[in-house]
């Protein structure tokens, strides 16, 4: 973060004063292949006309691989998003060590992710490296979260920052804190950076919240509302399936229920942010409908382009967006109505 953010009101206010105006924010979740749904929501958005230049863009495994583009967001990139996420297969991902080799050698996943390694340094180099550092001098910023898991903690990295470094290693550490961010522990080998070891940034939360921090009350914001816009690539509430008897299916099923989890917190947490910054909250999420499959390691091309097609068609809808978070888990009607009305109890 800079160094002159005010501790005390977060860096909300630092942004509004830097940028001149009210923020737009974009929060990207994670969610495996359903990343699709997001790159189509993203291209729908702008074939639409009415999506705005992001002051801040968060991304978190999937959506970190998402941010980047969604960021700098001219057309070139969103035909970017879209050749990667509907195109990807398994064998661009990841590649099986065998059961013999995991438990012979103690491989510390089940899966090598070198060709993940290589589709990340396919798509972003060293010009768009030089695109995001552009961004910087303007004050928009790209940030990205990750697991460090000799610490258990979330650590959010500015990408803007490295890029605009732009040291000898910049491009390299770039790239390896994308790869950690989409790297689910045991299915993905961890990524060494600076002498720690860093995973799946939805290990512990699936979307990095702008605007929670501070330590104390908001102040109302300097220019007016500004929004707040979170990408869920997922479902709320997805319905039950059988999962076969294979490894793949297995994890990606595992994988997809502790990203759910994180979720319901995290909405809440977005969305209570939101209003306590008197911003606007605006919240999609892949429609019940809309079968995508539900193993977030598949990456099958069809069902990628189905979740790509339901995100564009949905984000050309006169309104697509949600201005309240999904009931979740147990956290019932009358707390939410709490949050977004706190006097409406009072007597």
Same mark, same amino acid.
């Given at each position: 973060?800079?160094?002159?953010?005010?501790?005390?009101?977060?860096?909300?206010?630092?942004?509004?004063?830097?940028?001149?105006?009210?923020?737009?924010?974009?929060?990207?979740?994670?969610?495996?292949?359903?990343? =699709?749904?997001?790159?189509? &929501?993203?291209?729908?958005?702008?074939?639409?006309?009415?999506?705005?230049? $992001?002051?801040?863009?968060?991304?978190?495994?999937?959506?970190?691989?998402?941010?980047?583009?969604?960021?700098?967001?001219?057309?070139?990139?969103?035909?970017?998003?879209?050749?990667? $996420?509907?195109?990807?297969?398994?064998?661009?991902?990841?590649?099986?060590?065998?059961?013999?080799?995991?438990?012979?050698?103690?491989?510390?996943?089940?899966?090598?992710?070198?060709?993940?390694?290589?589709?990340?340094?396919?798509?972003?180099?060293?010009?768009?490296?030089?695109?995001? =550092?552009?961004?910087?001098?303007?004050?928009?910023?790209?940030?990205?979260?990750?697991?460090?898991?000799?610490?258990?903690?979330?650590?959010?990295?500015?990408?803007?920052?490295?890029?605009?470094?732009?040291?000898?290693?910049?491009?390299?550490?770039?790239?390896?804190?994308?790869?950690?961010?989409?790297?689910?522990?045991?299915?993905?080998?961890?990524?060494?950076?600076?002498?720690?070891?860093?995973?799946?940034?939805?290990?512990?939360?699936?979307?990095?919240?702008?605007? &929670?921090?501070?330590?104390?009350?908001?102040?109302?914001?300097?220019?007016?509302?500004?929004?707040?816009?979170?990408?869920?690539?997922?479902?709320?509430?997805?319905?039950?399936?059988?999962?076969?008897?294979?490894?793949?299916?297995?994890?990606?099923?595992?994988?997809?229920?502790?990203?759910?989890?994180?979720?319901?917190?995290?909405?809440?947490?977005?969305?209570?942010?939101?209003?306590?910054?008197?911003?606007?909250?605006?919240?999609?999420?892949?429609?019940?409908?809309?079968?995508?499959?539900?193993?977030?390691?598949? $990456?099958?091309?069809?069902?990628?382009?189905?979740?790509?097609?339901?995100?564009?068609?949905?984000?050309?809808?006169?309104?697509?967006?949600?201005?309240?978070?999904?009931?979740?888990?147990?956290?019932?009607?009358?707390?939410?109505?709490?949050?977004?009305?706190?006097?409406?109890?009072?007597?």
């Amino acid at each position: 973060m800079p160094a002159d953010v005010d501790a005390a009101q977060g860096v909300i206010p630092y942004f509004e004063r830097a940028r001149g105006h009210s923020l737009n924010i974009l929060e990207i979740s994670g969610g495996g292949q359903n990343g =699709a749904f997001g790159a189509g &929501f993203l291209n729908g958005w702008r074939e639409s006309g009415t999506r705005p230049t $992001f002051d801040i863009v968060t991304g978190v495994s999937t959506g970190a691989l998402l941010a980047t583009h969604a960021f700098l967001g001219t057309a070139a990139d969103d035909a970017t998003l879209e050749e990667i $996420f509907t195109h990807l297969t398994p064998q661009d991902v990841y590649q099986s060590r065998g059961i013999l080799n995991v438990l012979l050698e103690g491989s510390s996943s089940m899966y090598d992710t070198s060709p993940l390694e290589a589709t990340i340094a396919k798509y972003i180099t060293r010009e768009v490296l030089q695109r995001v =550092a552009a961004a910087y001098d303007d004050n928009r910023h790209l940030w990205v979260g990750t697991t460090n898991l000799d610490y258990n903690q979330t650590w959010v990295w500015n990408m803007t920052r490295i890029a605009k470094d732009g040291g000898p290693d910049a491009l390299e550490l770039y790239r390896k804190v994308l790869l950690a961010s989409a790297a689910p522990p045991v299915a993905f080998p961890p990524v060494e950076i600076a002498g720690h070891l860093f995973g799946d940034g939805g290990v512990r939360e699936n979307v990095i919240v702008v605007g &929670f921090a501070g330590t104390e009350e908001p102040k109302p914001p300097l220019h007016g509302p500004g929004n707040v816009f979170l990408i869920h690539n997922g479902y709320g509430n997805a319905a039950p399936h059988a999962v076969t008897a294979e490894i793949v299916a297995i994890s990606g099923a595992t994988i997809g229920v502790m990203f759910d989890n994180s979720m319901e917190a995290i909405v809440l947490r977005a969305y209570f942010a939101t209003v306590a910054r008197g911003y606007k909250f605006n919240y999609v999420e892949i429609p019940e409908d809309i079968d995508v499959g539900h193993n977030m390691l598949a $990456f099958d091309p069809k069902q990628m382009r189905i979740g790509f097609d339901a995100g564009r068609a949905m984000a050309k809808q006169p309104n697509p967006w949600s201005n309240a978070p999904p009931i979740l888990g147990d956290f019932p009607p009358w707390a939410l109505k709490a949050i977004r009305d706190p006097n409406a109890g009072a007597n």
